[in-house]
């Protein structure tokens, strides 16, 4: 079956730009996460949702993030006004049961956003 | 507060020899510990997971790792390294009902 994917694969935006990160989850997984990855770094955790509900945000940097996830499937992150820091993979994962982390979770192959 | 350590950033061993990356962690409660593996442009992948079940887990392509309490420790090893067994791994810990934490990871690369 089909894994967690991601789109786009890679983008660039100039600083100031707004963007949109889309993951698609495992079909049926309850929960979904985001994480990034700085250059040479582990993922951090960014939020969490089980279902539509966002659970936890509090690994989002900056109020220039937001994630949704409004029909329990499909979740867009959203960075607005983008910064040079921003710049980074952005990873998405799920997993089928909740709660947080004792489930595998499945990760997608990554966004990796370049602000110029 | 939870934390991960890999005590080496990158390691080199030739094709056929033993693999040994470290790992500690910290954790307030009892946790929940994972290797993840990820090769270039692919998504991470789980290689084996710690639950408080067995302290040597065994986990895919003949990874291992085992559980020691006294010294924080959750080493993964391999008895013999396969080109294709070349990526960045990571040590990772989880307790209760929070996220996620992962280590800096371990570039291992394999020389044939």
């Known amino acids: 079956g089909a894994g967690v994917s991601q789109s786009p694969r890679y983008k660039v935006a100039k600083r100031g730009q707004d963007v949109a990160l889309r993951c698609d989850p495992i079909?049926?997984?309850?929960?979904l996460f985001w994480y990034q990855q700085a250059l040479g770094q582990g993922p951090e955790f960014l939020t969490y949702f089980q279902n539509e509900a966002q659970l936890d945000k509090s690994g989002l940097p900056s109020d220039r993030f937001f994630a949704e996830r409004p029909e329990g499937s499909v979740s867009t992150l959203k960075i607005q006004r983008t910064q040079q820091e921003d710049s980074a993979v952005y990873l998405c994962?799920?997993?089928?049961?909740?709660?947080?982390?004792?489930?595998?979770?499945?990760f997608g192959p990554g966004t990796r956003l370049t602000v110029l | 507060a939870q934390s991960v350590t890999q005590l080496d950033s990158h390691v080199s061993v030739s094709e056929g020899t033993p693999v040994l990356l470290r790992c500690n962690y910290s954790?307030?409660?009892?946790?929940?510990l994972f290797w993840y593996v990820q090769h270039p442009n692919k998504g991470l992948q789980l290689l084996l997971k710690y639950t408080s079940a067995a302290t040597l887990v065994k986990g895919i392509n003949g990874f291992e790792a085992e559980f020691k309490k006294s010294e924080t420790s959750f080493h993964l090893t391999k008895p013999s390294a396969h080109m294709s067994d070349a990526a960045e791994y990571f040590c990772?810990?989880?307790?209760?009902?929070?996220?996620?934490?992962f280590g800096k990871g371990t570039r291992l690369s394999v020389i044939a």
């Open positions: 994962a799920s997993s089928s049961n909740s709660p947080v982390g004792w489930d595998e979770q499945f």
């Open positions: 990772v810990v989880n307790s209760g009902n929070t996220p996620l934490v």
């Open positions: 954790s307030s409660y009892s946790p929940s």
């Open positions: 079909s049926g997984h309850v929960s």
